[in-house]
């Protein structure tokens, strides 16, 4: 996976110097190549991580005719199969990537091809015949895609800090600003100023020439929802080899490939598949290093169930202790992830990623947003209350008062009837820094789900919420933040439960597949029952890569004090520095307090490394740029 810039000048000749500066913020997402290619007023930039092809053959910008240029950041897993389909079609092929496959399924099926491809991607084609640029995001949203647009330019990028370039006092949104970050992604949206998210599943496509847009839908999944058998043990063989496919899928590279392993379910059903299928396809070990890294730190409830997985694998597991980030690396890091929370323990597993070698880690990420967190219990669980009202009412009108008092005892309801719950998908506009800033009104009216609501009447409440959660925001949210934590460490993740058959499938199970016996995710556990060690299977809690806690110590107390007295802050437009001096020096509120200073330090690393890219290419020659 790579990083995609891409720059329309609205007002101005190109500046090729801009999309090189962009590039060079991308460098953590493709440190092996860059280039870029001037067409008219557009500039298109990519950086390389060679993962498919990593021959010069697979370099970027791609073109095959000199008519359709590809930038692409993301990976089609099913491109062998579908290059295959486009010889039988007399298309020639210049090199062995995905890339190139991409390329040629446009030029073949047109915006049909985005419905083949089984993958996660973000890309951009122009077609220079037609004058127009279409750029394209993934069904589920793994991989990012912003846009930046202003008077002067219609811009898109990989990440937000590559638009420093094109303004470097991007400001932060006063509408947006101080909304949960999950509400933002409800609504494509981002905290900074002119910068949104071109949404899952959609396409933008630009006329070049007099600089209309409009974007389209491509991504149905409410309309390519499977057959779910009506047995348990059915579902749980269709299940895992579906998984098993997904993940053998994603072995397709020609670089060095790995995992890691947190020994709860969702990993240790990844490992194993791995180990299975490494076993019966007599894989190299040389090119799938199946030694996880085991991540433990302070709240690390699986660390034996995942040794002892390794063990039963024979795999010589490295356990990495973490220890907890000081606050004085905060800037880096939420500057690198893009997001305030301290997701800084992905961070490092990512690190350790590549000091071993490895480029692409298959990880067990995206099980729980389809099978249910156990705090999503009650909501898996309206469709039972909801049956029992309905049944209630039936049985007022149509049984005898004895089979009516029978009911009543059975459920322990009295006589009154009870209502059905309703479907509602409201955002969340929590706004906890009303004291603290100086900002306008959120529009939170276009969610993404808006546009399913009237074909979501007909399904049932708990496929509603998995799909509000799994498709339209929350879990975009989080896809973001990993990808961002592995591609800061040029690390490319695949996530076999992301796999469009499995998250399908996932989607359209029934509640009562996912909750079973007093345990969650009962597919998946009924799935691997004969591969996990006993605790594991019986594992009565949800084990993940949690938040890391800032301790509030003399260090911490003298970075916030300094940042909050420094004059940028003091004098910023958002933020209210008398309340906020006011009750740092009383010690109130400091969680609030720390976390609008972690949105400053956000702002101000992306200024740093736009500055040091900036002294970076005044020392070097840019003779290894690719021009067409």
């Keep these: 996976m790579c990083g995609i810039n891409g720059i329309i000048f609205k ?53 095959v005719d000199g008519r359709f ?59 220079k015949k037609e004058n127009k640029l279409l750029l394209c995001r993934d069904g589920i949203g793994y991989k990012p895609c912003y846009i930046y647009e202003t008077k002067d330019f219609l811009a898109f990028s990989s990440e937000i800090k590559a638009f420093f370039p094109l303004d470097e006092n991007i400001e932060f949104d006063e509408n947006n600003f101080g909304i949960d970050s999950v509400t933002l992604n409800n609504c494509s949206k981002t905290i900074f100023k ?45 299940y895992f080899n579906l998984l098993y496919e997904s993940t053998r899928l994603r072995l397709n590279s020609d670089v060095k490939t ?79 992830l893009e997001v305030v929370e301290e997701y800084f323990i992905q961070f490092e597993l990512y690190k350790k990623q590549k000091e071993k070698g490895i480029k692409v880690s298959l990880d067990g990420h995206g099980a729980d947003e389809f099978l249910g967190y ?62 603290y800033l100086y900002t306008g009104n959120f529009d939170g009216s276009n969610q993404i789900i808006n546009n399913d609501l009237e ?11 998995t799909y509000l959660m799994s498709y339209c925001g929350w879990f975009q949210f989080f896809l973001n933040k990993w ?49 996990f060690p006993k605790t594991m299977y019986a594992q009565q809690f949800k084990q993940g890569l949690n938040i890391q806690n800032i301790n509030y110590d003399k260090n911490t107390m003298k970075l916030i004090s300094d940042i909050i007295n420094e004059t940028e802050f003091k004098e910023s437009n958002i933020f209210n520095y008398k309340n906020i001096n006011h009750d740092f020096i009383n010690k109130q509120n400091i969680d609030k307090i720390w976390l609008l200073v972690k949105y400053y330090l956000m702002k101000k690393g992306f200024k740093n490394r736009y500055d040091a890219i900036n002294i970076n290419l005044k020392a070097k020659e840019k003779g290894n740029l690719l021009i067409a």
């Design 258 to 336: 790995g995992t890691s392993l947190s020994g709860g379910l969702d990993s240790s059903s990844i490992f194993t598949l791995l180990n299975l299928i490494q076993k019966k396809e007599k894989l190299a070990e040389d090119d799938l290093d199946l030694n996880p890294i085991i991540m433990d730190y302070e709240e690390m409830k699986t660390k034996k169930d995942a040794v002892q997985l390794s063990k039963k694998f024979k795999r010589n597991y490295q356990i990495v202790n973490f220890k907890k980030m000081t606050a004085d690396k905060t800037m880096d890091l939420v500057s690198s």
């Design 11 to 63: 007002t101005s000749k190109t500046d090729v110097v801009k999309i090189i500066k962009m590039n060079a913020l991308l460098d953590h997402r493709g440190p092996d190549d860059s280039g870029y290619i001037n067409h008219k007023n557009l500039l298109l930039g990519h950086t390389r991580l060679s993962i498919i092809d990593t021959s010069n053959l697979g370099s970027q910008p791609m073109s």
């Design 483 to 531: 990808d961002r934590a592995s591609m800061s460490n040029s690390v490319e993740v695949r996530m076999p439960f992301l796999d469009n058959n499995v998250r399908l499938f996932g989607l359209a199970l029934s509640g009562s597949n996912k909750l079973k016996n007093g345990f969650t995710k009962s597919v998946l556990r009924e799935a691997f029952k004969n591969y």
């Design 455 to 465: 074909d979501l009447e007909n399904f049932s409440y708990e496929l509603c919420f």
């Design 69 to 127: 240029w590809i930038i692409y950041n993301g990976e089609i897993y099913n491109y062998k199969d579908l290059k295959e389909e486009l010889l039988q079609k007399n298309y020639k092929f210049y090199s062995n990537s995905d890339t190139e496959v991409v390329l040629n399924a446009y030029k073949e099926w047109g915006e049909k091809s985005f419905e083949k491809f089984n993958g996660e991607w973000s890309f951009a084609i122009l077609d």
């Design 194 to 238: 002119n910068v949104d998210q071109l949404t899952q599943g959609r396409y933008l496509k630009v006329n070049l020439k007099n600089l209309e847009k409009k974007i389209f839908r491509w991504d149905y999944p409410l309309k390519n929802l499977p057959k779910i058998n009506s047995g348990f043990k059915e579902n749980v063989h269709d």
């Design 374 to 435: 156990p705090q999503w219990i009650p909501e898996l669980s309206v469709d039972i209350y909801n049956s029992i009202a309905n049944n209630f009412k039936t049985i007022n009108k149509f049984g005898k008062t004895q089979n009516i008092n029978k009911f009543r005892r059975l459920f322990g309801l009295g006589e009154q009837e009870i209502a059905p719950i309703s479907f509602k998908a409201t955002p969340d506009l929590n706004f906890g820094f009303t004291n």
